[in-house]
């Protein structure tokens, strides 16, 4: 038996976590048995939705909830072979063992790099094709507004957008991401919302108003997008990062809902099975094709998990934020 490193959960943050919420601990780690794998962790991701389970569904000194993709070291499991790549929800260990159950073999393409699996060809890529085509039924040509656009999701949804002949509008927090988002990706206007009035700009950015607000924040940026909000608009929402931390916006626009006939709705990754196929499809032909542009910000060492989750709350990611552990 040997040992691998785990990131623990020591004690719930208060606001934002700080490193020392987080433990980086040695643990045993077995052989695989007859019907299990082993597994080393190659990439790991770490995601904004990870900070609400830090207050509830994550137990304190065990493994940090979260998932990324590995090596298969040992099999004694039929549907496994030494040396296969697998995704997986494990958490965060260094090495683990499982009866299979949560892990799936990754069929990689060659001409893509391993980390696109991560994000866009992952459970980001996925979030923002079901989110935007299926929760918000996007039809061509429609306006659309997506908060936090020059994020891992984000820039997804606003690139999906544009192949779809929307016209696109997205917010973003610095000066760098916005650039990135007009010159390389290509959409129509962006507001950076740390140095512009939002409601203001987004106002003026919108002279058709928004079909779809692809909801990635809350808050302020909710606030302005419901008074933009064509009838029957729809309102996909992926996440409220204002809030993650305990802190937060009021809103004040609620009653737009009533009268523009607003649908705002809720969803997760998994909320999208039966549109799998068409999404791997149409993810490895755009990425192929350079219709679809990402970053990444890899931190180099498993011991960096937390750094890298930190990070995400203070705009320190380009992209996708990604540990690389071995390759």
């Known amino acids: 038996m040997t040992t691998a490193r785990q990131i ?15 433990a980086l601990v040695e643990a045993p780690v077995a052989d695989a048995a007859d019907g299990e794998i082993q597994v080393t962790a190659l990439l790991m991701s770490v995601d904004p939705y990870m900070r609400p389970r830090l207050d509830a569904d994550q137990a304190l000194d065990a493994p940090l909830l ?47 790099p391993l980390s696109v699996y991560m994000h866009a060809l992952g459970g980001t890529g996925i979030t923002a094709y079901g989110g935007l085509l299926g929760t918000g039924a996007l039809k061509d040509g429609e306006q659309v507004f997506v908060s936090t656009a020059g994020g891992a999701v984000g820039s997804v949804v606003a690139q999906i957008a544009k192949i779809k002949g929307c016209y696109v509008v997205g917010s973003t927090g610095t000066d760098e991401k ?47 997008a419901l008074p933009r909000m064509n009838v029957r608009g729809r309102i996909p ?37 039966h549109m799998n196929a068409d999404f791997l499809a149409d993810m490895t032909g755009w990425l192929k094709s350079g219709q679809i542009k990402y970053q990444e ?21 380009n992209g996708k934020m990604l540990i690389h552990i071995a390759d």
């Open 178 to 224: 916005a650039a990135w988002l007009r010159d390389e990706v290509g959409i129509d206007a962006v507001i950076n919302y740390k140095k512009e009035n939002l409601a203001e700009a987004l106002k003026a950015a919108t002279p058709k108003g928004i079909d779809v607000y692809f909801e990635n924040v809350g808050g302020a940026h909710l606030d302005a």
């Open 237 to 273: 929402v992926c996440g409220m990062i204002s809030t993650y931390n305990g802190d937060g916006e009021g809103v004040k626009n609620l009653f737009s809902l009533i009268y523009g006939r607003i649908r705002m709705e809720g969803f997760v990754a998994g909320d999208f099975p």
């Open 8 to 22: 623990h959960l020591v004690r719930r943050p208060n606001g934002k976590p700080v490193l020392e919420d987080f």
């Open 66 to 112: 979260g998932g990324g993709i590995g090596r298969v070291t040992q099999s004694k499991n039929p549907k496994f072979k030494e040396g296969d790549l697998v995704r997986h929800g494990a958490g965060f260990r260094e090495t683990f063992v499982s009866d299979g159950r949560g892990v799936s073999v990754l069929n990689r393409d060659p001409e893509l």
């Open 297 to 317: 910000t890899i931190l180099d060492g498993f011991e960096r998990a937390p750094e890298g989750l930190i990070g995400l709350f203070d705009g320190l990611n």
